[in-house]
């Protein structure tokens, strides 16, 4: 079974700096994908971005990038220039093909992140 | 684009009662998932459904719980009798699977379930 494990259960960043989130993952798979959501308090999931397991280059989406280690199984969530509406609860989630052709995500028990002003 | 819809957003009701959440996926997505939200579990996926079949429902707690997706636009999950520690929210996420292709999911915004 595919575990995700994200080590920091808070942190905290000032304003207009930049904060990563730790994520690693445990699979003996080779083709999956890598996800970062987001929770804010209305409760809504919301994806932030996505990485292909083949892909070397990390995914980034304006102030979001990511540092994907493979070999490592580390997948870390950077957010540039931090804004106040970047509080939320963010998710670490695995994804691989299961049975009868669909995809399954299982998500590590989250970082709640606040931005300080 | 809509959105996954569900409802009731929140829902009250005394142990013992009978209870139905309610879905709506995106058109056109043919995955769709029930996902429990507790402080002490996290997130847990509880069944799934790949083209209306259920296809994974080991994560269902118990025979109380049951879930279906008589069409592609529609899906309920029901628990009865209820009890408090079924107190917590409840997502549903619906996604487009594709050959060796993989989407994130679309969520809802979740039913806070509160039993008392």
């Known amino acids: 079974a595919q575990t995700v494990t994200q080590s920091q259960p808070e942190m905290s960043v000032q304003e207009a700096e930049t904060v990563t989130l730790s994520c690693t993952y445990d699979t003996s798979e080779n083709n999956y994908y890598l996800f970062w959501y987001k929770q804010p308090p209305s409760r809504q999931m919301i994806l932030v971005i996505r990485q292909e397991a083949y892909k070397q280059q990390n995914a980034t989406e304006n102030r979001f990038s990511v540092n994907f280690q493979k070999a490592a199984k580390s997948f870390s969530l950077k957010i540039s220039d931090s804004q106040l509406g970047d509080t939320a609860m963010y998710f670490c989630a695995f994804m691989m093909l299961s049975g009868a052709g669909s995809y399954q995500l299982t998500f590590g028990k989250g970082t709640k992140l606040s931005v300080i002003p | 684009d809509a959105g996954v819809i569900q409802s009731p957003r929140h829902e009250v009701t005394e142990m013992g009662q009978e209870v139905t959440l309610r879905c709506k996926p995106i058109?056109?997505?043919?995955?769709l998932f029930w996902y429990r939200q507790t402080m002490m579990r996290g997130l847990e996926l509880l069944i799934y459904f790949n083209n209306n079949v259920p296809i994974d429902d080991s994560g269902m707690p118990e025979d109380r719980f049951s879930a279906k997706m008589p069409n592609a636009s529609f899906s309920t999950l029901k628990i009865q009798p209820s009890e408090p520690r079924d107190s917590a929210v409840y997502f549903c996420a619906s996604s487009f699977a594709q050959g060796a292709v993989g989407y994130g999911y679309t969520f809802g915004s979740g039913t806070r379930l509160t039993v008392v």
């Open positions: 058109s056109g997505h043919n995955s």
